[in-house]
């Protein structure tokens, strides 16, 4: 990865809202390059729970369902970070809900697995699928159950 980019991809990882503004500026086809892990900016700044970041991203036509190396979307990890405000700034931009990564897992999965109650709800309510299984044929209630989390083990069992 050439230098520059790895200016934008510190800037990403470190919320310096400004730097990525004028990084992006210079060059705005960096805005779904992918680092050598296959992080996009939009991975990276919901990843890190840089909501500014990722909104500008959004505004600038990121790709909102880029993935990186493992299949994971900025939808996936910000439900796996818990990062509420990110989630719903995703779902209201369009993301895709039912992506899968190579283990199978989706952001609902995600939220069941971790016990991110609002977010699981938030999804729900975006019109999540609740039936799919990932690689171990496992749903986000059979997650929820396997982490004993009874709140989300109700609201997936009352869908």
């Known amino acids: 990865m050439a230098e520059k980019n790895e200016d934008l991809f510190t800037a990403l990882r470190n919320g310096e809202v400004s730097k990525v503004k004028e990084l992006l500026?210079?060059?705005?086809?960096?805005?779904?390059?992918?680092?050598?892990?296959?992080f996009t900016p939009i991975i990276l700044a919901a990843y890190f729970n840089h909501y500014e970041i990722v909104a500008y991203l959004l505004e600038k036509k990121a790709d909102i369902n880029s993935r990186d190396a493992s299949g994971s979307t900025a939808l996936m990890g910000s439900s796996f970070k818990g990062y509420e405000e990110i989630v719903r700034l995703l779902i209201k931009n369009g993301a895709d809900l039912n992506n899968r990564n190579t283990m199978g897992a989706t952001a609902l999965i995600y939220a069941a697995t971790y016990n991110h109650l609002n977010i699981a709800k938030d999804l729900i309510a975006a019109g999540a699928d609740l039936s799919i299984k990932d690689e171990r044929g496992y749903t986000a209630l059979d997650n929820a159950k396997l982490k004993g989390a009874p709140d989300l083990i109700n609201l997936l069992k009352g869908m």
């Not at 500026?25 to 296959?38: F, H, V």
């Open 25 to 38: 500026a210079k060059e705005p086809e960096t805005i779904n390059l992918s680092d050598d892990r296959g």
